[in-house]
């Protein structure tokens, strides 16, 4: 448990053969990358989709470590590629003494699509917010860089 890509063992005795007895064999390991999984040394990096909905309000998550399925929590106000470490979670060091840990980076999923009323429901929001999804809503924005120059 732990090896890593490039790791060399040697089992003693059973390379080639030659008059002085057998010499030793060492394999160099290679190890396959994973699609779900993400090494860094002893520690993992998995990406976690959710929606916009559930990074704004917060929720719990399942994700699944190298052991075992944990849930955890992202609270609100979670930002896009922001990082939750689970500790101890990773692989385990080579040599003993413990493991790597595991981190979940979340990426925000936006709707490609909403229907109407999911989309009245975010222009009441922008609108509380004061947040403006056009140049037009700012004013001060339309003067050419000469005007705001010369006024």
Avoid: M, W
């Amino acid at each position: 448990r732990g090896v890593d890509s490039g790791v060399r063992l040697r089992v003693s005795g059973e390379g080639e053969s030659s008059k002085g007895g057998s010499g030793d064999l060492y394999v160099i390991l290679h190890v396959r990358e994973s699609d779900y999984y993400q090494r860094d040394g002893a520690d993992i990096l998995v990406q976690q989709k959710i929606s916009f909905v559930q990074a704004a309000l917060g929720c719990r998550v399942k994700v699944k470590t190298l052991n075992e399925t944990k849930t955890i929590k992202i609270p609100n106000g979670t930002q896009h590629g922001q990082k939750f470490k689970i500790s101890g979670q990773g692989v385990p060091h080579l040599r003993g003494g413990g493991s790597g840990d595991f981190f979940v980076e979340v990426l925000i999923e936006i709707p490609k699509s909403l229907s109407g009323d999911q989309k009245k429901l975010l222009e009441e929001y922008a609108k509380n917010e004061d947040i403006k999804l056009t140049p037009e809503d700012d004013k001060g924005d339309q003067q050419s860089f000469f005007q705001k120059i010369f006024d």
